[in-house]
């Protein structure tokens, strides 16, 4: 299924924007059979989607809560901090449903993506290669932009492989 890209702004989508100033939604070469607008996004990333249109197990998954693009994410996407969700989270846990899996980096974010089915994560769109397939992309907040840029300068010095020191 061909999936357009989109890119989310606010409350609106919007044409084009730096890649550097971006978070490419990702997935693995075969990305699951769902429409990725909006608010099918959200709706993936707060587990209220658990299947894609042909069954199969959607496993969205966040950076930690402390990460400066996991941030940018749920305030782009969510409109609320990572903390403002956890009253979310609390409550959805009674029902059996836990939140999204969390990855220590990007790099980690982009192995699981690639090598899970159905999984789907986010990076800084410099971060993105050919392992995976970008299904949208978000508009960083403005306040925000500044730390996402430093996140791909550091990339492009390091020759796009992450240290872990």
Same mark, same amino acid.
Request: glycine share 6%; aromatic share 6%; with cysteine.
């Given at each position: 299924?061909?999936?357009a890209?989109l890119?989310?702004a606010?409350? @609106?989508?919007? @044409?084009?924007a730096?890649?550097?100033e971006?978070?490419? &939604?990702?997935? #693995?070469?075969?990305?699951?059979?769902?429409a990725? *607008?909006?608010?099918?996004?959200?709706?993936?990333?707060?587990?209220?989607?658990r299947?894609?249109?042909?069954?199969?197990a959607? &496993?969205?998954l966040?950076?930690?809560?402390?990460?400066?693009l996991?941030?940018a994410?749920?305030?782009?996407?969510?409109g609320?901090r990572?903390e403002?969700?956890?009253?979310?989270w609390?409550?959805?846990?009674?029902h059996?449903?836990?939140?999204?899996?969390?990855?220590r980096?990007?790099?980690?974010?982009?192995?699981? &993506?690639t090598?899970t089915? #159905?999984?789907i994560?986010?990076?800084v769109?410099c971060?993105?290669?050919?392992?995976?397939?970008v299904?949208?992309?978000l508009?960083?907040?403005?306040?925000l932009?500044?730390?996402?840029h430093?996140?791909?300068e550091?990339?492009?010095?390091? #020759?796009?492989?992450?240290?872990? *020191?």
């Amino acid at each position: 299924m061909s999936h357009a890209l989109l890119l989310l702004a606010g409350a @609106g989508w919007v @044409g084009v924007a730096c890649p550097d100033e971006t978070i490419a &939604v990702v997935t #693995g070469p075969a990305s699951p059979t769902i429409a990725f *607008d909006r608010s099918t996004l959200q709706d993936i990333f707060l587990k209220r989607i658990r299947v894609d249109d042909a069954h199969a197990a959607l &496993v969205p998954l966040n950076l930690s809560p402390t990460d400066p693009l996991r941030l940018a994410f749920s305030l782009s996407l969510l409109g609320e901090r990572p903390e403002a969700l956890q009253r979310y989270w609390t409550e959805r846990y009674f029902h059996g449903i836990s939140p999204p899996y969390s990855v220590r980096s990007q790099e980690a974010m982009l192995r699981f &993506v690639t090598e899970t089915p #159905g999984a789907i994560g986010y990076v800084v769109s410099c971060r993105v290669d050919s392992r995976v397939k970008v299904v949208a992309k978000l508009a960083v907040p403005a306040e925000l932009a500044s730390p996402l840029h430093q996140l791909c300068e550091k990339t492009e010095k390091e #020759g796009g492989v992450e240290r872990h *020191d």
